[in-house]
């Protein structure tokens, strides 16, 4: 049996290693070439197949959950028509990232074959495991699919309502957040949020130590404060 | 024969059956004559389709007011108008967006107001270390507001506008 498997090996080998004698170095070159350029073709557009919202929603448990909750959010339907499906926010972009998350997924095929949230009661119950595990990558990753769309650079806050731009200084500017630490639920429903902070949540062992005030005159208070701790010392 | 007298005591009956009708129309006529300004005054048509059969085109949708700045209240115990957008925001038995800021443990990082302590009392006024359930669901009383035309003939005067004197000024 070894022996066999031996000699089978050995043979592939020498039929590897023998230079061709019948087909000229020329079609093996162009040949190789061009299989090489269909076959890169075919498993691109075969990726770029399952990248899809269309594929998503081919199967229930997407079409009738989350592409449902999706319908109804801004990411959607909204004034400018700039929509975001599946792969925007739940692929990575680049070349290598897509790859990594594209054999990650093979974890959702095993979850189809073998039925883990083919009901809707099944899916209610592991909401709350799926939606941490998008927000952990999330939060690796440093919000990358929020930002392939929302970059900071282009963020023009005097545009924002006076609070958003506020929060968006205090949290996002400074780095101390990402995205989806503060806008979790913005695509899907949320499940049962007990216990699961936001992200402007303070510490407890910060508490009363970080309020902001926003002065717009703090200068003038503390020039204040100082004259009169000044005449209350004379 | 037997069918003509059918026939005649059907007609009576019907003569009868008329006079009846006439009656009750005259005095419902009356009576819903009576009735019908107070019946257009307590139920009048606010909003939606005045023929609900028939498809017309709808309102454009009102631009809510979204400039952050705090409402003045008319009255003490009004709930306070929101000030922003709530757009989209997820009220459920899961998930609070409104209490996610305004809870007292948030409101350090979010700089938004708490909600009063009348959402921490039962029913009963005895004190909750939470949000009571009966005060969960915000927007059952606080609204976004938006400028749009009063439903109604609005004839409010605040009531401090009303010669109301603060409370010990007769002593």
């Known amino acids: 049996m070894i022996g066999k498997l031996r000699a089978l090996i050995l043979w592939a080998w020498r039929v590897l290693s023998t230079p061709a004698s019948t087909l000229s170095l020329g079609f093996l070159t162009l040949g190789g070439f061009v299989g090489g350029v269909m076959f890169w073709g075919a498993f691109n557009t075969a990726l770029e197949l399952t990248n899809t919202e269309a594929f998503c929603t081919s199967c229930h448990e997407m079409r009738t959950n989350v592409y449902e909750e999706l319908t109804r959010t801004v990411h959607f339907s909204n004034r400018s028509g700039v929509r975001a499906t599946c792969p925007d926010c739940h692929v990575p972009h680049d070349w290598t990232d897509k790859i990594a998350r594209k054999m990650q997924a093979s974890k959702e095929v095993w979850g189809k074959i073998f039925g883990t949230i083919n009901t809707r009661e099944k899916f209610l119950n592991m909401r709350l495991e799926l939606a941490q595990h998008e927000w952990a990558r999330l939060k690796a990753n440093d919000s990358l699919e929020c930002r392939n769309c929302h970059s900071m650079a282009a963020m023009d806050l005097t545009r924002q309502t006076t609070r958003a731009a506020d929060i968006h200084t205090r949290y996002l500017l400074s780095g101390k957040a990402t995205c989806i630490d503060c806008h979790k639920g913005i695509a899907h429903e949320l499940p049962n949020m007990e216990g699961i902070d936001p992200g402007w949540k303070v510490p407890a062992e910060l508490q009363g130590k970080t309020a902001f005030h926003g002065w717009a005159d703090g200068d003038r208070l503390a020039a204040y404060l100082e004259s009169s701790r000044m005449a209350a010392a004379e | ?171």
């Open chain 2, 1 to 171: 024969m037997r069918s003509q007298d059918h026939t005649r005591r059907l007609i009576a009956r019907r003569l009868q059956a008329l006079a009846g009708l006439v009656l009750v129309l005259l005095m419902g006529t009356v009576a819903l004559a009576q009735m019908a300004p107070q019946l257009t005054q307590t139920v009048p048509q606010l909003s939606g389709n005045s023929s609900p059969m028939e498809s017309r085109e709808a309102a454009p949708l009102p631009k809510w007011n979204v400039d952050d700045v705090r409402k003045m209240r008319n009255y003490p115990d009004q709930p306070p108008v929101i000030p922003h957008s709530i757009e989209g925001y997820q009220l459920s038995v899961n998930t609070n967006r409104c209490l996610s800021c305004h809870k007292r443990e948030l409101t350090e990082g979010s700089g938004a107001p708490m909600i009063s302590v009348t959402h921490y009392m039962t029913r009963e006024g005895q004190m909750l270390a939470d949000v009571s359930p009966r005060r969960y669901f915000c927007t059952a009383c606080h609204v976004p507001q938006a400028e749009t035309r009063e439903l109604v003939p609005n004839m409010f005067r605040d009531m401090s506008e009303m010669g109301v004197r603060p409370a010990g000024a007769e002593q």
